[in-house]
């Protein structure tokens, strides 16, 4: 799916791995601008004091910045940052753009890529540069606002678990997990298979914090002049990151069918070559049927390999089914459908030839579902509710441990460092409904009304 390049911290994205990205940003598109966020570009350099202008902002971000400093073979008068994100350069637009209450709320998305100097790589999560979109929006009240940002943390979260069979938890984040300029923090966190956390996605909400930095103001219905209230928020090509390890079994990767760039292969078999073209015939006939009826198939009619190489290298790549056409299966007017998601002989059934789109499309809802109930059974069987500090402690000890653990924490800065400093486990999420009784934190004992996930996270 991807290559390491010659450039630290970088990667190549091979076309298997590109495809899988390229119906992530069909799908995800097409629901962000459901919302009525519209897209657009903004400039890969971003001029440096930009950067300063918000305080947390620069803080947050300056161990990480790619700096230019020479162009054109001088030296520039004022370096250029490699956007790590483009709040800066898309408020200093928004500035200009809003005069009034008639111009919002604005609402742009942007899909492009950052650069964020990581000294520890890993495929797909950390990444030096990764693509991902940015939204941004500029509201006229704080409501609005807010709204938007727990629209959109929706918006991710039916995303993931509908298109890509992710099982999520959903939550604010604690204050030192935040964005660095937002007021709250909201997130989409998954778990892996190895027990360690994910964030998929986060929400922000910005309050009045950029602009203010940036004077982004309108005139109110008054002629008052007023601060515009934002948001941002985003996912990234971690996504691709989470669907390997979610999905993914020692036979290599397994890709819900929404996502998957080719659903079903057809591989046809024959041992003489009298019967090559019957067999391959029944098999073009089924890519029509498939293609018409809006599979993405593809027939693997490949000389010289056999059937067994090509079901391990279709396995591998994580394609959900297999179907199989041979001479007995012509004559009886069959094919064998093999699933990628079960196990053995038992995940075969026959389907006639002529139902083939039917029987197809059935099984790729199935399996679509039975993806996500797995990685859910396995992620709810990894969740704990450690009653005390030594019982967190133990699920989170050794290469081993992990997991979420459902914990009470009084939402004390001092209690979360302690778990940090001592399990290596983050606060993930802190879930926005809570309906059980206030209980002791799990490290002081105070009372707690709150519970929150806690994870070693990627
Ligand atoms: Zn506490």
């Not at 450039?7 to 097409?30: H, Q, T």
């Amino acid at each position: 799916m991807a290559d390491y390049s010659p450039v630290r911290g970088c990667i190549v994205f091979r076309p298997e791995g590109f495809a899988i990205w390229e119906n992530i940003v069909a799908e995800l598109d097409r629901r962000i601008k459901r919302t009525g966020a519209r897209n657009a570009y903004f400039p890969l350099f971003i001029p440096e004091s930009f950067i300063r202008k918000e305080a947390s902002h620069v803080e947050g971000f300056s161990p990480e910045l790619a700096v230019v400093t020479h162009g054109g073979g001088k030296e520039l008068e004022e370096p250029l940052i490699v956007r790590p994100t483009s709040e800066t350069i898309i408020n200093h637009m928004f500035a200009q753009w809003i005069k009034s209450y008639r111009d919002l709320p604005l609402m742009v998305n942007q899909w492009c890529n950052v650069v964020r100097w990581e000294m520890r790589t890993r495929m797909f999560l950390r990444t030096s540069e990764f693509l991902w979109q940015e939204g941004h929006t500029a509201h006229a009240t704080r409501e609005e606002a807010e709204a938007e940002t727990l629209t959109m943390l929706e918006v991710y979260r039916a995303f993931c678990e509908e298109f890509l069979a992710i099982p999520l938890i959903v939550g604010r984040k604690s204050a030192a997990e935040r964005f660095a300029g937002a007021l709250e923090t909201y997130a989409i966190e998954s778990l892996m298979g190895d027990g360690r956390a994910l964030q998929c996605g986060t929400s922000h909400f910005l309050a009045q914090n950029f602009s203010r930095a940036f004077e982004i103001r309108y005139l109110d219905e008054t002629n008052q002049w007023q601060y515009v209230w934002q948001t941002s928020w985003g996912v990234s090509t971690r996504l691709l990151g989470a669907l390997i390890m979610v999905h993914g079994d020692d036979q290599g990767l397994r890709l819900p069918p929404a996502v998957a760039p080719v659903q079903a292969v057809i591989v046809p078999i024959w041992r003489k070559p009298a019967e090559r073209d019957s067999v391959l015939e029944a098999a073009q006939r089924g890519i029509l049927a498939l293609t018409q009826a809006g599979v993405r198939c593809h027939l693997d009619d490949r000389a010289g390999i056999t059937p067994g190489f090509k079901f391990n290298e279709w396995e591998m790549r994580g394609v959900p089914l297999r179907i199989e056409i041979g001479p007995r299966d012509v004559a009886a007017g069959e094919a064998t459908l093999a699933r990628r998601d079960g196990a053995g002989s038992a995940s075969k059934v026959k389907s006639p030839l002529d139902r083939l789109p039917e029987s197809v499309g059935a099984l790729l809802d199935d399996i679509q579902k039975s993806l996500f109930r797995a990685a859910k059974d396995a992620m709810d069987a990894q969740t704990h509710e450690p009653k005390d500090f030594n019982g967190l402690a133990e699920q989170m000890e050794g290469e081993g441990g992990g997991g979420l653990a459902y914990v009470y924490w009084c939402g004390n800065p001092a209690c979360e460092t302690k778990i940090r400093e001592e399990t290596r486990a983050t606060c993930r999420a802190i879930p926005l409904a809570q309906s059980a009784p206030p209980q002791s934190c799990i490290v002081c004992g105070e009372e707690s009304r709150e519970r929150a996930f806690f994870a070693k996270a990627y």
